[in-house]
Nanobody, 121 residues
Framework: QVQLVESGGGLVQAGGTLRLSCALS????????IGWYRQAPGKQRELVAS???????SYADSMKGRSTISRDNSKNTVYLQMNSLKPEDTAVYYC???????????????WGQGTQVTVSS
């Protein structure tokens, strides 16, 4: 079983910064990709940023230039640094890990419990 534990959320004023952490119970190099998603009230969950096992990263257009996803392999932890936060960034942020579970390529997703980010105007 894989466990993901997010931390670092909180209340911040517009223009502020937060760094979210996602600690995994297994080596992060085991996973195809690890991503941060968010879900605001009444909206669908959306991808914010992801990092693949090879190190390549991708970002949602809304977060490009304002966020950085990184990892510390020795700590099995993935981070999301968010800068210049806006009220519309308010959401529950979830960590997701994608694992290949069969040699044929079947994938399984694991999720953390989420951490609340609230940006006040």
């Amino acid at each position: 079983q894989v466990q993901l534990v997010e931390s670092g959320g909180g209340l911040v004023q517009a223009g502020g910064t937060l760094r979210l952490s996602c600690a995994l119970s297994r080596s992060i190099l085991n996973f195809n990709a690890i991503g941060w998603y968010r879900q605001a009230p009444g909206k669908q969950r959306e991808l914010v940023a992801s990092i693949r096992s090879g190190g390549s990263t991708s970002y949602a257009d809304s977060m490009k230039g304002r966020s950085t996803i990184s990892r510390d392999n020795s700590k099995n932890t993935v981070y999301l640094q968010m800068n210049s936060l806006k009220p519309e960034d308010t959401a529950v942020y979830y960590c997701n890990a994608e694992l290949q579970v069969t040699v044929e390529g079947a994938l399984r997703d694991y999720w953390g419990q989420g951490t609340q980010v609230t940006v006040s105007s």
